[in-house]
């Protein structure tokens, strides 16, 4: 089995957030790499709870510093003001939930027949039934009466409140979706939908409306609800509510109520031709906060992504869509002209998204994670669009203990008392599959860059890049691809790796890119002392090549699933120049006129060659180990895979059996004197033995082979009692304790009200009132805006978007004023408004409004 991307409710990439936070420029300055590095505290310690509201109270009593785990409205609001009163809260609308279904067969009419020969009339193949459910739920109702009233509803994964979403979400109304549904409607387009079926030839006489109940063959046309039960004030409500909805229509709802462990599995992990489901409660973490949302089209609608039904695995059914896919890889992979044509395409995918209702948002929900205020003595670094991330770990600081050791203590919450619900896997795509690993594996892992926390800025880790080194030089398609057509020209020396060949060879003459871009390293180590280098990054290219490049049917250096995802990455760089001064030049296609920083994230490379879209990265010792226990086998004769294949073993660098084969496979590999061909131009094979030799030296010391180069290693791992522990990395970790609390430190303003008139007439002018305040992030200590904020109201009307600049009022009060002349042009009825508020260059506040026109 061979799959492309499984997301087991963690990188959701749905950044949900009020406050607004997408200030897309900007980056961090080179860090030190000499004196005392790392984070704040030595020690970090993380363990479990198998319940939320135990884990909250061990936080309040200060058994625990910090609840890593965002709590929904339900479980927060139990708490008593004294009990508040020992935390420190920071509440971020970092949750959605949706639903997705499995469309099986997708096309009429409409029956699936199971390897076992049964078959089953799915009406969830229907798309007008499917897109019908967006009338049928009342998603006020699910936020008032399951949330408490902590979220809103929402129709698309981009969450309202965020700069730029209100242009995906708008497509919604104008469809006609809103918060409360029409249940009229939807079952009246229902029973239509159904009885068309029932008049196609091969339906005829077998299925039909029997009393209550659409019938196929004499059965009960059925949906297969999968409920998460593990969330018992949430999803499992909800969920029970939608069946109830679905029931209404005549059509069965069987519903299954599982953990998360087993829903996983069967969504996610399995066949959708095995028909063991039809429909899931979905329920996501944003993952990052993010400053552009193509990523999020990619995810959410285009199966080529991996995250649909099918999850693009080689030998399942696979739900298709080829326009999202053209649209969605176009605006992710920077194949457009213009900004214009960037948002064009997007807001068709959305559209197209929307109607293929394969996936129905719900809500947005406002989450709560909490730090007891005694232990830890500061404000610390969060997503405001995700929440708690890995910087919440590195800026947090405590109070050392008797023998002057600063310990933080971190709890997870996992219904199922476990912290790790995937394979420790860092080469195949499914591995790191759930958020308790990603959290802890962020810790590990300093990557070539990161989406700031308060901005969502691309911002330079590892690697190093100066803007006026970043060149872009495009024109139109002339091929006919629909893609510009590069101007640059990369130089004939510049270097690809030939899979076939196996070498490395110049790109030769004639050969152009849209972009270019220098880049330099920080002096950094990787945990177990080996320095990293050049050859790190040509190595993780190498492989990236290698296995996403198929050289006939008994290549061994390929997998599918790891080819869906990497191969849209190599074939983006055109040639590379690995520089003599240890910095390297990359040659790519990837545009993106709206700003250039973004432009330099495009060419990126890493030394991080598997496991893509999650915070995670080993020494290249350690990934070619594992490559080779699946091409050549192990010491112990397991047969392993990097892919969730139930007739293979999936790699694990963190489990003791697969962890004593890779430490057999170092040695093997040092007695060989063995260099990887992909580096055998760039590293001496004494300079390899070395690197083998510290290799197995760290796994002899801490029992794992998870060899990363973050502000932590991971020092232990006790699975019997769901116990890690991380200590500082101070000697090859090139930022100094302070740095990032200081560089994260920026003031931002907060929209607390808007005010528009509630009887608004085209004859008058509409002022509009809006209350700004301001901080220094990441405090929560607020104050009113000042003169400098500049607030903006834009009006969102058929023919476009108009802007209209607020009048300073007083601190924290500004009034915009909508004139008459706009007004009288427009017809009676509801119109959108975004507000807008910055003080500088920072992230704007964005919330929208409304204006009713009488």
Request: net charge negative.
């Amino acid at each position: 089995m061979r799959r492309n991307v499984v997301t087991l409710l963690t990188l959701s990439l749905i950044a949900a957030a009020v406050i607004s936070l997408a200030a897309c420029g900007g980056g961090a300055s080179a860090g030190v790499s000499k004196g005392d590095t790392g984070p704040l505290v030595d020690k970090l310690i993380f363990d479990v709870r198998m319940d939320e509201s135990i884990a909250l109270k061990d936080t309040v009593e200060g058994k625990t510093d910090i609840f890593a785990y965002g709590m929904d409205a339900s479980v927060f609001s139990g708490l008593s003001q004294a009990d508040r009163d020992k935390l420190s809260v920071y509440p971020v609308p970092s949750g959605s939930w949706s639903y997705v279904m499995n469309p099986i067969p997708n096309q009429a009419p409409y029956v699936w027949k199971t390897a076992a020969g049964k078959e089953y009339f799915n009406p969830l193949a229907i798309r007008d039934v499917r897109y019908a459910l967006n009338w049928l739920i009342d998603r006020k109702k699910i936020v008032d009466e399951i949330l408490l009233g902590g979220g809103e509803p929402a129709f698309t994964s981009m969450t309202p409140g965020q700069p730029g979403t209100y242009k995906y979400n708008i497509i919604a109304t104008k469809m006609g979706m809103t918060e409360r549904g029409d249940e009229k409607k939807a079952l009246a387009d229902i029973s239509a939908a159904m009885e068309a079926a029932a008049k196609l030839p091969e339906n005829a006489g077998k299925l039909k409306k029997a009393g209550q109940w659409w019938t196929y063959k004499g059965e009960p046309v059925t949906v297969k609800f999968i409920i998460r039960v593990d969330d018992p004030k949430g999803r499992l409500p909800a969920g029970r509510y939608v069946a109830d909805q679905i029931e209404k229509a005549g059509i069965k709802v069987e519903r299954l109520e599982y953990d998360r462990s087993k829903a996983g599995r069967m969504v996610y992990g399995g066949d959708p031709a095995a028909y063991e489901w039809t429909m899931y409660t979905e329920g996501w973490g944003a993952g990052a906060t993010r400053c552009w949302w193509d990523v999020s089209i990619s995810q959410m609608y285009a199966p080529y992504y991996g995250y649909m039904p099918g999850g693009a695995t080689e030998g399942f059914w696979n739900y298709q869509q080829e326009e999202i896919d053209k649209l969605a890889q176009k605006s992710y992979n920077g194949w457009f002209l213009t900004s214009d044509e960037y948002w064009n395409d997007n807001l068709k995918a959305q559209e197209l998204g929307l109607e293929e209702a394969v996936r129905i948002w719900v809500c947005s929900q406002m989450q709560y994670y909490v730090i007891n205020k005694e232990r830890v003595t500061n404000r610390v670094a969060y997503g405001l669009g995700d929440g708690f991330n890995g910087w919440t770990f590195i800026t947090a600081d405590v109070k050392p203990n008797d023998k002057g050791e600063k310990v933080l203590r971190a709890t997870q919450y996992s219904a199922k008392g476990g912290l790790f619900m995937s394979a420790w896997d860092p080469v195949g795509v499914d591995g790191f599959s759930d958020t308790y690993a990603n959290m802890i594996s962020e810790e590990l892992t300093m990557r070539e860059y990161f989406e700031a926390p308060n901005s969502a800025a691309d911002t330079p880790y590892l690697v190093k890049w100066d803007i006026k080194d970043v060149q872009t030089n495009v024109g139109p398609d002339t091929t006919g691809d629909g893609k510009p057509e590069g101007l640059i020209d990369v130089p004939v020396d510049a270097l690809k790796y030939d899979p076939a060949a196996k070498t490395w060879v110049k790109v030769g003459p004639g050969v152009k890119s849209y972009s270019s871009a220098k880049y330099s390293i920080m002096d950094s180590t990787w945990h177990d002392g080996t320095k990293i280098g050049i050859a790190d990054f040509v190595y993780a290219l190498g492989f990236w090549t290698d296995w996403s490049s198929k050289d006939g049917d008994d290549d061994l250096n390929y997998e599918e699933s790891y080819a869906s995802t990497y191969k849209p990455t190599v074939d983006v760089v055109k040639g590379v120049l690995f520089n003599k001064d240890g910095t390297f030049t990359t040659y790519f296609d990837f545009n993106w006129p709206m700003e250039k920083n973004h432009v330099a994230y495009g060419g990126l490379l890493s030394p991080k060659a598997g496991n893509a879209g999650h915070p995670t990265m080993v020494a290249w010792t350690v990934n070619e180990a594992l490559a080779l226990l699946v091409t050549e086998g192990s010491a112990s004769g397991t047969v392993y895979s990097i892919t969730q294949d139930p007739s293979m073993t999936e790699v694990d660098v963190a489990v003791p059996a697969c962890v004593a084969d890779i430490k057999a496979k170092l040695q093997e590999m040092s007695d060989k004197k063995y260099v990887p061909l992909y580096i055998k131009d760039y590293m001496k094979p004494v300079d390899a033995v070395d690197a083998y030799k510290k290799a197995i030296a760290f796994i002899d010391a801490y029992g794992h082979a998870y060899i990363s180069n973050g502000p932590f290693l991971l020092s232990k791992i006790d699975t019997a009692s769901n116990y890690m522990e991380l200590t500082a990395y101070r000697k090859g970790y090139p930022y100094k304790k302070d740095y990032w609390n200081n560089y994260f430190a920026v003031d931002i303003t907060q929209i607390d009200n808007v005010v528009v008139p509630a009887n608004a007439q085209r004859s008058a002018d509409a002022t509009i009132d809006v209350a700004v305040s301001q901080y220094t992030y990441p405090s929560d200590q607020t104050k009113p805006a000042v003169k400098d904020a500049k607030v903006t109201v834009t009006l969102i009307t058929p023919a476009g978007e108009k802007p209209y600049e607020a009048k300073y009022v007083k601190d924290g009060a500004f009034q915009a004023v909508i004139p008459v002349a706009d007004l009288g042009a427009l017809a009676p009825g509801s119109y959108t408004l975004v507000v807008e508020s910055k003080l500088k260059d920072e992230a704007p506040s964005v919330k929208p409004s409304s204006l009713v026109l009488f």
